[in-house]
């Protein structure tokens, strides 16, 4: 080997860790191995496809600008896959002293980012995108609207936000997990942001990686497919803050399951912090394993509620105020927040359609316009149904107490009307099993597949309660 190119390529190496930082450096490029220059062509070895296709995405072109500038002749880099010691092995860098790097931190070429992990793309390298200040930028997924300084606090999210703002403002792990749940639209997916977008800003050293459940299984099956597997074990378990949303949807998903455990398990055993969400509580999860049910369980589980007026007027007001868009009639804002309950998506999507239909059609923002352009969602929204109401319609037509919908009593003449409520319930509403088991008295959402099973055979042998049934329906819709 040419000591002279050998030497280039360490002087290389050393503009590179001036530039990325040791994190970056340590994990991604002092693996690579210098092989030789062939013509105008600089030659090195990766250990594994993965390290390659994301180096030349990354750094591909700072190693080609800084060897260029050694040797004028050099014009391209070339990166072939090498392994030593089997497949997925790190490899030593020929520069240095044969102490074999890692793969093992999810580091970002970019240090503006605050190494945030875009990991939409972690298995799928994409090339860095500039940014007007020259340097590159983030991906897309953290969304920039979600921040703590847009978050709309009030009493059904007030928890969520304080135990998010602590996860974020101290590297010191209070509670870990820390775990978010809800239904959809309630802010999850915004604290989630938050949490990253602010420890970037606060702590650039620390590593965030931040994705979906589904997004988590989809990188894990590939890299078993592409036989990557160390490599993905170590950038997850390396992270110093990892975060999944919605991570309900790992039920039925064994193998991904077993992966999520033991990553768990050992950023727990390193002191890292993990920071969860799911549209359910932890021991709510179906065919999620025991286990992992119960080391969810562990650090600080925080549910957030429905929205009530006072938060949906609040969020109204704030959107408004960030878009700029001036006078707004008070009595229309408090007409969107009484009516449209659902979630927040669906109040804002509301906000939106009215001020886009008034800037298309050019007419004045007021209640008439707005009872017109928005009929439909109006419409769905006066059609949705609450547990409660139901509770209490059913309560009302067999003569119980409200309370016997909570109660343990097993009473014929108090289970019956029990279950038909579960059985409307699930009917008449979005709620899932586990939801509509939360709402009478903490029952298993077995329990609720049973009641609804059984009304469901009773409907078709007993007329009085078919009828019953259809009477308590009509008057929930009307």
Same mark, same amino acid.
């Given at each position: 080997?040419?000591?002279?190119?050998?030497?280039?390529?360490?002087?290389?190496?050393?503009r590179l860790r001036s530039e990325f930082g040791d994190a970056a450096y340590n994990s991604w490029l002092r693996p690579l191995k210098f092989e030789r220059i062939d013509g105008n062509i600089a030659h090195l070895q990766?250990?594994?496809?993965?390290?390659?296709?994301?180096?030349?995405?990354?750094?591909?072109?700072?190693?080609?600008?800084?060897?260029?500038?050694?040797?004028?002749?050099?014009?391209?880099?070339?990166?072939?896959?090498?392994?030593?010691?089997?497949?997925?092995?790190?490899?030593?860098?020929?520069?240095?002293?044969?102490?074999?790097?890692?793969?093992?931190?999810?580091?970002?070429?970019?240090?503006?980012?605050?190494?945030?992990?875009?990991?939409?793309?972690?298995?799928?390298?994409?090339?860095?995108?500039?940014?007007?200040?020259?340097?590159?930028?983030?991906?897309?997924?953290?969304?920039?609207?979600?921040?703590?300084?847009?978050?709309?606090?009030? %009493?059904?999210?007030?928890?969520?936000?304080?135990?998010?703002?602590?996860?974020?403002?101290?590297?010191?792990?209070?509670?870990?997990?820390?775990?978010?749940?809800?239904?959809?639209?309630?802010?999850?997916?915004?604290?989630?942001? $938050?949490?990253?977008?602010?420890?970037?800003?606060?702590?650039?050293?620390?590593?965030?990686?931040?994705?979906?459940?589904?997004?988590?299984?989809?990188?894990?099956?590939?890299?078993?497919?592409?036989?990557?597997?160390?490599?993905? %074990?170590?950038?997850?378990?390396?992270?110093?803050?990892?975060?999944?949303?919605?991570?309900?949807?790992?039920?039925?998903?064994?193998?991904?399951?077993?992966?999520?455990?033991?990553?768990?398990?050992?950023?727990?055993?390193?002191?890292?912090?993990?920071?969860?969400?799911?549209?359910?509580?932890?021991?709510?999860?179906?065919?999620?394993?025991?286990?992992?049910?119960?080391?969810?369980?562990?650090?600080?589980?925080?549910?957030?509620?429905?929205?009530?007026?006072?938060?949906?007027?609040?969020?109204?007001? $704030? %959107?408004?105020?960030?878009?700029?868009?001036?006078?707004?009639?008070?009595?229309?804002?408090?007409?969107?927040?009484?009516?449209?309950?659902?979630?927040?998506?669906?109040?804002?999507? $509301?906000?939106?359609?009215?001020?886009?239909?008034?800037?298309?059609?050019?007419?004045?923002?007021?209640?008439?316009?707005?009872?017109?352009?928005?009929?439909?969602?109006?419409?769905?929204?006066?059609?949705?149904?609450?547990?409660?109401?139901?509770?209490?319609?059913?309560?009302?037509?067999?003569?119980?107490?409200?309370?016997?919908?909570?109660?343990?009593?097993?009473?014929?003449?108090?289970?019956?009307?029990?279950?038909?409520?579960?059985?409307?319930?699930?009917?008449?509403?979005?709620?899932?099993?586990?939801?509509?088991?939360?709402?009478?008295?903490?029952?298993?959402?077995?329990?609720?597949?049973?009641?609804?099973?059984?009304?469901?055979?009773?409907?078709?042998?007993?007329?009085?309660?078919?009828?019953?049934?259809?009477?308590?329906?009509?008057?929930?819709?009307?």
């Amino acid at each position: 080997m040419d000591q002279g190119y050998l030497g280039q390529w360490q002087r290389v190496c050393a503009r590179l860790r001036s530039e990325f930082g040791d994190a970056a450096y340590n994990s991604w490029l002092r693996p690579l191995k210098f092989e030789r220059i062939d013509g105008n062509i600089a030659h090195l070895q990766a250990p594994t496809r993965f390290m390659r296709d994301w180096v030349l995405s990354h750094y591909g072109e700072r190693i080609r600008a800084f060897w260029q500038a050694e040797d004028g002749a050099v014009r391209e880099i070339d990166i072939t896959v090498h392994p030593v010691a089997g497949r997925g092995a790190p490899v030593a860098g020929a520069a240095f002293d044969g102490v074999a790097g890692t793969v093992a931190a999810a580091s970002e070429s970019r240090a503006e980012t605050g190494k945030v992990v875009p990991f939409d793309s972690a298995l799928e390298p994409i090339p860095a995108v500039a940014s007007a200040a020259g340097g590159p930028r983030m991906g897309s997924t953290l969304d920039s609207r979600y921040q703590f300084e847009s978050f709309v606090v009030g %009493k059904s999210n007030e928890l969520a936000y304080a135990a998010a703002r602590r996860a974020a403002d101290t590297a010191q792990v209070n509670f870990n997990p820390l775990f978010l749940y809800g239904g959809v639209g309630l802010g999850k997916t915004h604290l989630m942001h $938050a949490i990253a977008w602010h420890i970037r800003e606060r702590d650039p050293g620390r590593e965030v990686i931040y994705l979906s459940a589904e997004r988590f299984m989809y990188q894990f099956v590939r890299a078993l497919r592409d036989r990557e597997t160390m490599a993905f %074990k170590q950038i997850f378990r390396s992270a110093d803050v990892l975060m999944i949303d919605d991570v309900q949807f790992f039920s039925r998903k064994d193998s991904t399951q077993e992966e999520f455990f033991h990553t768990f398990n050992e950023l727990v055993d390193q002191n890292k912090q993990i920071v969860i969400s799911a549209d359910r509580s932890p021991s709510d999860l179906e065919d999620v394993e025991e286990r992992i049910r119960s080391r969810l369980g562990w650090g600080l589980v925080v549910d957030i509620h429905q929205t009530d007026f006072e938060l949906r007027l609040g969020i109204l007001e $704030a %959107k408004l105020a960030r878009a700029n868009v001036g006078d707004f009639p008070p009595k229309v804002l408090e007409f969107l927040a009484h009516r449209i309950t659902s979630n927040i998506r669906e109040l804002e999507g $509301a906000l939106n359609r009215l001020i886009a239909h008034s800037n298309l059609v050019g007419r004045p923002i007021n209640l008439e316009m707005t009872q017109e352009a928005l009929q439909d969602l109006l419409r769905a929204n006066d059609r949705r149904v609450t547990i409660e109401e139901i509770q209490k319609k059913v309560a009302q037509h067999f003569n119980i107490r409200l309370a016997d919908m909570h109660s343990a009593r097993r009473a014929r003449a108090v289970a019956r009307p029990r279950q038909v409520a579960m059985y409307l319930a699930k009917q008449l509403t979005t709620r899932s099993l586990p939801e509509i088991g939360r709402k009478f008295g903490g029952r298993d959402h077995t329990t609720v597949m049973h009641a609804v099973k059984r009304i469901e055979e009773l409907r078709q042998t007993d007329a009085t309660l078919a009828e019953d049934i259809d009477l308590l329906r009509r008057m929930l819709e009307g």
